[in-house]
T-cell receptor
Framework: GQNIDQPTEMTATEGAIVQINCTYQ??????LFWYQQHAGEAPTFLSY??LDGLEEKGRFSSFLSRSKGYSYLLLKELQMKDSASYLC??????????WGAGTKLIIKP | GAVVSQHPSRVICKSGTSVKIECRSL??????MFWYRQFPKQSLMLMAT?????????EQGVEKDKFLINHASLTLSTLTVTSAHPEDSSFYIC????????????FGPGTRLTVT
């Protein structure tokens, strides 16, 4: 079966760095997405990785290893507004999105 | 865990025809379902929120007469794209919220619509 695993909840301190991991087992691979979702709002696109390596975009970076079925989202210089759920989703060979359950990130002052 | 399915997974239709997309919560009752559309590498755009047994609430700029939403039961919501045009080609994603878990949203796999 197809499966995406990510931690349910993480806590970090303002100004620090946090890494949210995502492992996947899917039928084929056509890219991995990271979204940020604040409560009551639509998910916001953060990154898309289809090739191995690190993609950096400001304070956020996303890494992919296709051979390991692994990705992480790295958030630097954490701000209180980064408190949100972070969703990992993989597009499979049929171009269907397989969603992780999301990681709730709590930022403490 | 909670599972949301969508049918069909992909559909190709001719301009001017209507297409119905189904969203089902398979192992829980969804008091609220959401319909999104996504363009490549962009954020999900919320189109409408539907509550079982009542009319859907549409986001600004979304034509309610073009995108008909029906949430007739606690496990099924449908989105009908009426008189589809090529610009309606997109990836449509639904999500469902378990009435017991106010913050949890479970996403469907999406339906890729291509209008020729």
């Amino acid at each position: 079966g197809q499966n995406i695993d990510q931690p349910t909840e993480m806590t970090a301190t303002e100004g620090a760095i946090v890494q949210i991991n995502c492992t996947y087992q899917t039928s084929g691979f056509n890219g991995l997405f990271w979204y940020q979702q604040h409560a009551g709002e639509a998910p916001t696109f953060l990154s898309y990785n289809v090739l191995d390596g690190l993609e950096e975009k400001g304070r956020f970076s996303s890494f992919l290893s296709r051979s390991k079925g692994y990705s992480y989202l790295l958030l630097k210089e954490l701000q209180m507004k980064d408190s949100a759920s972070y969703l990992c989703a993989v597009m499979d060979s049929n171009y269907q999105l397989i969603w992780g359950a999301g990681t709730k990130l709590i930022i403490k002052p | 865990g909670a599972v949301v399915s969508q049918h069909p997974s992909r559909v190709i239709c001719k301009s001017g025809t209507s297409v119905k997309i189904e969203c089902r919560s398979l192992d829980f009752q969804a008091t609220t379902m959401f319909w999104y559309r996504q363009f490549p590498k962009q954020s999900l755009m919320l189109m409408a929120t539907s509550n079982e047994g009542s009319k859907a609430t549409y986001e600004q700029g979304v034509e309610k007469d073009k995108f008909l939403i029906n949430h007739a039961s606690l496990t099924l919501s449908t989105l009908t794209v009426t008189s589809a045009h090529p610009e309606d080609s997109s990836f449509y994603i639904c999500s469902a919220r378990d009435g017991k878990e106010t913050d949890e949203q479970y996403f469907g796999p999406g339906t890729r619509l291509t209008v020729t």
